[in-house]
Nanobody
Framework: QVQLVESGGNLVQPGGSLRLSCVAH????????MAWYRQAPGKGRELVAG????????TYADFIKGRFTISRDNAKNAVLLQMNGLEPDDTAVYHC?????????????WGQGTQVTVSS
């Protein structure tokens, strides 16, 4: 059974940093591209960043503007998101999932997510 457990969210001031972590269970982690998604209040879920299983190549949403870095630790079945230069518009619940074509989320089962709030 697929289980995704996100952590690391918090309340932070604009310009601050956070490091999100997602630990995956129930599938062969090294075989899957992984991604972070976010959903802000009243908005749909959107891709934030993705990382390839094959070569570790990464992709980012345009709004990231070089502020975030996605990485993976295959030994720990974990995907990480280093977030710097946080802005109020980054406020959202952040989720991880495996990503397929065009980085659509693969698994129907989502974790609880981790809340990121950027506010002064």
């Amino acid at each position: 059974q697929v289980q995704l457990v996100e952590s690391g969210g918090n309340l932070v001031q604009p310009g601050g940093s956070l490091r999100l972590s997602c630990v995956a269970h129930g599938f062969i982690f090294t075989r899957y591209n992984m991604a972070w998604y976010r959903q802000a209040p009243g908005k749909g879920r959107e891709l934030v960043a993705g990382i390839s299983a094959l070569d570790g190549s990464t992709t980012y949403a345009d709004f990231i503007k070089g502020r975030f870095t996605i990485s993976r630790d295959n030994a720990k079945n974990a995907v990480l998101l280093q977030m710097n230069g946080l802005e109020p518009d980054d406020t959202a619940v952040y989720h991880c999932n495996a990503g397929i074509r065009d980085w659509s989320p693969l698994f129907d089962s989502w974790g609880q997510g981790t809340q990121v709030t950027v506010s002064s």
